[in-house]
């Protein structure tokens, strides 16, 4: 299973947007996906996850304003993304859990600007 994460934009502070990551290959539905992100001189931080049973988890600074969910029957996991702040740009990436971490392919990501 590959995945693209797309949806990106500039939006305003306050704003929303809902990213996609879009999955190709099969057993889609089994697998622990994660959103991730990676500012500008900054480490890749992992924002949300989402179990095969639809359990998520988030990270604290994006509680109660992001929500992972995913949509088997399309293969993909949505990220809605509300109330928007500057500290949220970055370049957004999906990816799978394999067990002992993210799969090595990272796909291209999908970048989120939020202007002051």
């Known amino acids: 299973v590959q995945l693209q994460a797309s949806g990106g934009g500039l939006v305003q502070t306050g704003g929303s947007l809902r990213l996609s990551c879009a999955a190709s290959?099969?057993?889609?539905?089994?697998?622990?996906i994660l959103w991730y992100r990676q500012a500008p001189g900054k480490q890749r931080e992992l924002v949300a996850t989402?179990?095969?049973?639809?359990?998520?988890k988030y990270v604290d600074s994006v509680k109660g304003r992001f929500t992972i969910s995913r949509d088997n029957a399309k293969n993909t996991v949505y990220l809605q993304m509300n109330s928007l702040k500057p500290e949220d740009t970055a370049v957004y990436y999906c990816?799978?859990?394999?067990?002992?971490?993210?799969?090595?392919?990272w796909g291209q990501g999908t970048q989120v600007t939020v202007s002051s």
């Open positions: 290959g099969n057993l889609f539905s089994i697998h622990t």
């Open positions: 990816n799978k859990w394999t067990g002992t971490g993210p799969a090595d392919y």
């Open positions: 989402v179990t095969s049973s639809g359990s998520t």
